[in-house]
């Protein structure tokens, strides 16, 4: 499985992104996908997830600005970015919970990371 994240770039502040990220291999199944990110010295933090039936949960700082969805049939997820702040600078992961064909159970898949550069 693997998960491929872009739409990152450089935005001013008030500007807008949209990320996304697209699952591709033997998927039978993807439970909750998330986003998250990690600053420059910093940990890398949950922004937004979204369980397979579409229930979504919010950071407090993101709340308002931000929407996450996701397509089941093209196994892609989505974060729409608004009102950008500096402090949103960051990469951005994307995470999903993958059932495959292969093995039993559940794995968590990474993306490899898109950068959002917040700047006037």
């Known amino acids: 499985v693997q998960l491929q994240a872009s739409g990152g770039g450089l935005v001013q502040p008030g500007g807008s992104l949209r990320l996304s990220c697209a699952a591709s291999?033997?998927?039978?199944?993807?439970?909750?996908m998330g986003w998250y990110r990690q600053a420059p010295e910093k940990q890398r933090e949950l922004v937004a997830y979204?369980?397979?039936?579409?229930?979504?949960n919010y950071q407090d700082s993101v709340k308002g600005r931000f929407t996450i969805s996701r397509d089941n049939a093209k196994n892609t997820m989505y974060l729409q970015m608004n009102n950008l702040k500096f402090e949103d600078t960051a990469v951005y992961y994307c995470?999903?919970?993958?059932?495959?064909?292969?093995?039993?159970?559940?794995?968590?898949?990474w993306g490899q990371g898109t950068l959002v550069t917040v700047s006037s």
């Open positions: 979204i369980t397979n039936r579409g229930s979504t």
């Open positions: 291999g033997s998927i039978f199944s993807i439970n909750d």
């Open positions: 995470n999903a919970e993958v059932a495959t064909y292969e093995l039993p159970g559940v794995y968590s898949y």
